[in-house]
């Protein structure tokens, strides 16, 4: 009896095994706000897309510093000619240069500067609209696990009430109408339901795809949708100075000054110094070189005709003028930006707490209005006014707090936070 107990037990193991496995395969994975950034910060294609343009960033302005470096050439050669002397000649010549003044390639340097502080101040921009974005597809998930559960919940209320309702029709005590509206409200809340799970499917390849996910994996959140409160007392210039929108302008101004440099560098004479030694003989570096050391200073009159550098230096000014605008405005918009988040946030908030009580009073008012129809003492038309009120007050406070929480994402990125941050 015991042997075929376990070959039994072996037996349903054997059946269930791949379906149990395959339940573990596609149970979806639960994060928490935290881990969906350090997964973020290390996979998303667009913040990842954007540091690798800080390293090329630095890597140039590395390559403008060699301009005032020293260069170096070495070069060997052995020619073989028809002559009265018939012989090879073998040649090796090694030559050193250095700019010892060239504005240019200060001014070159400079602008690599100010590409590397606007590549850092993209990435710091591209870090504040990804936590946006992912703080609203989490959200979203959230508010669509809420939806479901919200919906499931509201479905056994419709059922609930569509077996009270045919109850009373089949013992004569409630119309045929009002059972069949109940059934086609229980039907509602089942289809409801179902666009709830399909939306929560969306949903999670949302976050997928913040997350940098190549392919869609089931997803689960874990955390309330509780806003955070009001943030404190703070200031418009300051936090419009520190902003990375403010920071890539200020960057843009800089690459305009160096472009303005750079423009004017014709106005100014370069000086160079070279040194070469050769070898030149029948053997192989012959025992006495020859050498040559030489300065040179020049500077360009009409090197691109006879006004390009008046011009080329009123074009850069002008580049200047239209960067410090646009800082300007950069700040300008940061400030109304941040103004107008603040006062959605208290409005989400605000809106939230009004939408609580109704929530309250509408339960309050269920409980009330079902004892009292399922005593005959309430029609079914001002019950059903009730249980609507319920369902809509219940949908009502899960917007309600989606929409805080997309007020508070609103406000960090106004405020500029990073993803990290």
């Known amino acids: 009896m015991r042997s075929g107990n376990i070959l039994a037990i072996a037996s349903i193991l ?4 791949p379906a149990v496995r395959a339940a573990q395969e596609t149970a979806p994975r639960v994060m928490g706000w935290k881990d969906c950034v350090l997964l973020a910060a290390q996979e998303n294609p667009e913040l990842l897309s954007a540091r690798r343009a800080v390293e090329a ?5 590395l390559v403008s510093f060699n301009g005032l470096l020293p260069s170096l050439s070495l070069s060997k050669r052995l020619t073989d000619s028809k002559s009265a002397s018939g012989d090879s000649r073998w040649q090796a010549d090694g030559t050193a240069s250095l700019d010892l003044l060239s504005m240019g390639n200060y001014a070159r340097l400079s602008g690599a500067d100010a590409a590397v502080s606007r590549a850092e101040a993209d990435l710091r921009l591209q870090s504040a609209d990804l936590r946006l974005a992912l703080r609203k597809a ?15 919940k509201i479905r056994e209320i419709r059922r609930q009430n569509s077996d009270l309702v045919s109850l009373k029709y089949d013992s004569g005590r409630e119309s ?13 809340a089942q289809a409801a339901l179902s666009a709830a799970l399909r939306s929560l499917r969306a949903s999670q390849a949302e976050l997928g795809r913040q997350i940098g996910l190549d392919a869609f994996s089931p997803l689960q959140t874990a955390g309330g949708m509780d806003p955070g409160p009001m943030p404190p007392s703070w200031d418009p210039a300051a936090l419009a100075a520190r902003h990375p929108l403010a920071a890539q ?7 305009a000054r160096a472009g303005l440099r750079e423009s004017k560098s014709g106005l100014w004479p370069t000086l160079s110094a070279s040194y070469s030694k050769s070898f030149r003989g029948r053997s192989y570096f012959p025992p006495e070189p020859s050498w040559s050391a030489a300065g040179v200073l020049s500077l360009p009159l009409f090197g691109g005709g006879p006004t390009a550098l008046s011009h080329g230096i009123s074009a850069a000014g002008r580049d200047l003028e239209r960067s410090e605008q646009g800082l300007r405005a950069a700040r300008a918009q940061v400030q109304s930006a941040l103004e107008a988040a603040w006062a959605g946030l208290a409005q989400s908030l605000d809106q939230l707490k009004v939408r609580e009580l109704f929530l309250e009073a509408a339960l309050q008012r269920n409980e009330e209005a079902s004892v009292r129809y399922s005593s005959g003492l309430m029609t079914f038309e001002n019950w059903e006014l009730v249980v ?17 929480m997309l007020a508070e994402a609103q406000w960090d990125r106004a405020a500029g936070l990073s993803l990290e941050e």
């Not at 054997?14 to 095994?17: D, I, K, Q, R, S």
């Not at 989490?138 to 499931?152: G, H, K, R």
């Not at 302008?249 to 690459?255: D, F, K, T």
């Open 388 to 404: 609507a009120d319920l369902v809509d007050s219940e949908r009502g406070v899960v917007r309600s707090r989606r929409d805080a």
């Open 57 to 61: 960033a630095r890597s140039r302005r």
């Open 249 to 255: 302008r200020e960057a843009a101004v800089a690459a």
């Open 14 to 17: 054997a059946v269930l095994g």
């Open 138 to 152: 989490f959200t979203e998930l959230l508010f669509a696990q809420e939806v479901v559960a919200v919906s499931n």
């Open 176 to 188: 045929k109408g009002n059972m069949l509206r109940a059934k086609a409200e229980s039907a509602d």
